[in-house]
């Protein structure tokens, strides 16, 4: 592939990652436990009973890194901080050695010319709070904006952006509902206050952060567009349920300060007035993570079973996610679409209009299950074509006046992909987790090739 997709010059790049996943010492510093940490232990949960224990001791090699990505060139690196690592109980006494850490992470970004972007939560709840009810009860939102203030405090001067949630709807749905992500609860739709508070918290800890002086604040939000498995009124109705659930449950209440069933808020056994005014918090940017369209029938269709993430689904739901066929697929199985992209963008800008700020694509990836590196090589073909295609779908709808402002690819690294341990390889860089030797494959020269060329030869901006 020798031409690359054009963008504008001052497109932002990054690559992404989180803590659980790269990090590992979770018993150093004085890190508290997570969710994470006590869900890997339950038999069962995540394929080959691996963990995050070790991941890619980024808490160890971290200069080495941020070397390569700053040989890589990106603008910018989002990454995220374990609250447990601040705050071993979730509250109370703050872990300096914890703080220093992110300090010194954000300082060699700097140096190395590299915009840090920082997640405050990206689903490493401290087992302590989740021990009292977790994301169920309200009491967790103070705490959340109280530990964002500690770090908007410690780190405003240098964050250059800031997300104080990564996918509130896969920790309501995947976390509580379904139960195959930590922390593992089956609670079906008594799962849904855990959205509503999970939301509260971002808008509690965005004032936090503005309180402490911190610029750029955004969300990384999941979004897919849901596609209706036909034109039947079943279907749509379905897939309307579905949406619902899935994106605007989600985005609706940060972007217009409602959710978009009228009155599901009084359902919430915990809400008071004025909640959805905290939760519309004035944000600077919206930050889309992408993988997939949902393909969304009404049940009893015929499908045997109806999955969501490879987990099953109980049975009695509203809907039936059916299998999207006819698109290449990458080896988790999920299909490639990358006009899906262009579409959930596209039905952004129509549905909020002046109410949605620029957006960035906070996450899009793909895992392919590379082969070991040869003379320092890993080809990656179908990883290359996946991040092109779908900045293409982006740059076509810059150029159609949608206001992108920049692509975190997923991953930096390989790295623990949650309940698929480590079987799944999302990373630009190869990592040989027996020895922790780093391999940039194909994917990260063409990556580095491309930005390379949009700052000379991009289009204006
Ligand atoms: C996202 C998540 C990431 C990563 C990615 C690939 O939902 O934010 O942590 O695992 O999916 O599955």
């Known amino acids: 592939m020798t031409e690359f997709p054009t963008l504008p010059r001052d497109f932002t790049f990054g690559v992404a990652s989180a803590s659980y996943q790269v990090e590992g010492a979770v018993t150093e510093d004085g890190r508290g436990r997570s969710v994470w940490d006590t869900f890997c232990d339950r038999p069962g949960a995540i394929v080959g009973g691996a963990s995050g224990a070790v991941a890619c001791d980024h808490y160890h090699r971290h200069r080495e890194d941020v070397a390569l990505l700053e040989e890589l060139g990106v603008d910018s690196y989002r990454f995220s901080i374990a609250w447990p690592r601040i705050l071993p109980t979730g509250a109370g006494a703050v872990n300096e050695a914890g703080l220093d850490f992110y300090d010194r992470l954000v300082d060699e970004l700097l140096e190395a010319g590299i915009a840090p972007t920082a997640t405050l939560f990206h ?6 709070l ?17 530990y964002a203030g500690i770090v908007g405090e410690r780190l405003g001067d240098r964050v250059a952006r800031w997300v104080p949630l990564n996918e509130p709807n896969v920790v309501t749905m995947l976390g509580y509902a379904i139960g195959n992500h930590a922390p593992g609860r089956s609670l079906g739709f008594e799962a849904l206050p855990v959205a ?3 939301l509260l918290g971002h808008g509690l800890a965005t004032q936090a952060l503005r309180a402490a002086g911190c610029r750029e604040i955004g969300i990384a939000s999941n979004h897919s567009p849901v596609w209706p498995a ?3 009124p079943e279907d749509q109705e379905a897939a309307q349920v579905y949406d619902n659930l899935w994106n605007w449950m989600f985005a609706d209440p940060v972007l217009l300060g409602r959710y978009p069933v009228e009155g599901t808020e009084q359902g919430f056994p915990t809400y008071r007035d004025g909640d959805l005014a905290t939760i519309a918090q004035p944000l600077d940017w919206f930050g889309i993570n992408y993988y997939n369209p949902a393909l969304i029938g009404a049940p009893g269709a015929g499908q045997d079973s109806s999955q969501l993430d490879g987990a099953e689904l109980p049975p009695g739901l509203p809907f039936e996610n059916r299998r999207i066929e006819g698109y290449q697929r990458t080896d988790f199985d999920w299909p490639i679409v990358p006009e899906g992209l262009a579409q959930i963008v596209r039905t952004f800008r129509e549905r909020y209009g002046d109410s949605l700020p620029p957006v960035y694509i906070t996450e899009s990836g793909c895992s392919f299950h590379d082969a070991d590196p040869v003379d320092g090589h890993v080809a990656d073909p179908r990883r290359v074509a996946y991040h092109d295609a779908h900045l293409r779908a982006i740059a076509a709808e810059i150029a159609d006046g949608v206001d992108v402002r920049g692509y975190f690819a997923w991953s930096a ?40 060329h949009t700052r000379a030869n991009g289009s204006p901006s």
């Open 123 to 128: 689903w490493d709840t401290p087992q302590a």
């Open 130 to 146: 989740e021990d009292l009810g977790g994301w169920t009860g309200r009491e967790i939102t103070e705490h959340f904006a109280a």
């Open 196 to 198: 509503h508070h999970l």
């Open 230 to 232: 036909s034109t039947s």
């Open 413 to 452: 690294t390989d790295n623990f992909e949650w309940a698929a341990g480590y079987a799944e390889r999302f990373g630009l860089v190869h990592v040989d987790y027996d020895t922790q030797v780093r391999t940039p494959k194909d994917s990260y020269h063409w990556y580095r090739d491309l930005i390379a």
